[in-house]
C-alpha cells in the first residue's frame, strides 16, 4: 500500500503562481501512475493532470494546459504540480491519487490512494 500527502496549497492572487507536492510513502518502489483532481465546493470532482511510473508520459486538462506542469522525482518519492497563471476558477481543494499501472490512466475510478488533499484558493 502507499500513502500519499499533499502540500503547497494557499491563498494566491490571479496570476501568481503555486507548486503543490505530493509525497508517497509505503510501497513506493513499485510503478504507481501518479494523478492529481480537484474540486471545488458544489462541483464534482474534476481531472487536472497525471504522469506514468517513468515520467515520460503526461496528460493534462484542457483547463490547465500551457499553465500547469506535473513532475515526478522517484528518487525523492515525490510529484509535483506546477501551477503557473493561475485563475479564480482554479480555487479547489486538489488531491494527489496513485494507481499501480506500467501505463497512465486519467480515470478516477481507477485510482484507489487518494491523499487528504491541499486547499488553492485565487483570488480576483
Known amino acids: 500500500q502507499v500513502q500519499l500527502e499533499e502540500s503547497g496549497g494557499g491563498l494566491v492572487q490571479a496570476g501568481d503562481s503555486l507548486r503543490l507536492s505530493c509525497a508517497a510513502s509505503?510501497?513506493?518502489?513499485?510503478?504507481?501512475?501518479i494523478a492529481w483532481f480537484r474540486q471545488a465546493p458544489t462541483k464534482e470532482r474534476e481531472f487536472v493532470a497525471a504522469?506514468?511510473?517513468?515520467?515520460?508520459?503526461?496528460n493534462y486538462a484542457d483547463s490547465v494546459k500551457g499553465r500547469f506542469t506535473i513532475s515526478r522525482d522517484n528518487a525523492k518519492n515525490t510529484v509535483a504540480l506546477q501551477m503557473n497563471s493561475l485563475k479564480p476558477e482554479d480555487t479547489a481543494v486538489y488531491y494527489c491519487?496513485?494507481?499501480?499501472?506500467?501505463?497512465?490512466?486519467?480515470?478516477?475510478?481507477?485510482?484507489?490512494?487518494w491523499g487528504q488533499g491541499t486547499q488553492v484558493t485565487v483570488s480576483s
Open positions: 491519487a496513485a494507481v499501480l499501472t506500467s501505463g497512465i490512466i486519467v480515470s478516477p475510478q481507477r485510482y484507489n490512494y
Open positions: 504522469i506514468n511510473w517513468s515520467g515520460d508520459t503526461t
Open positions: 509505503g510501497r513506493t518502489f513499485v510503478r504507481y501512475a
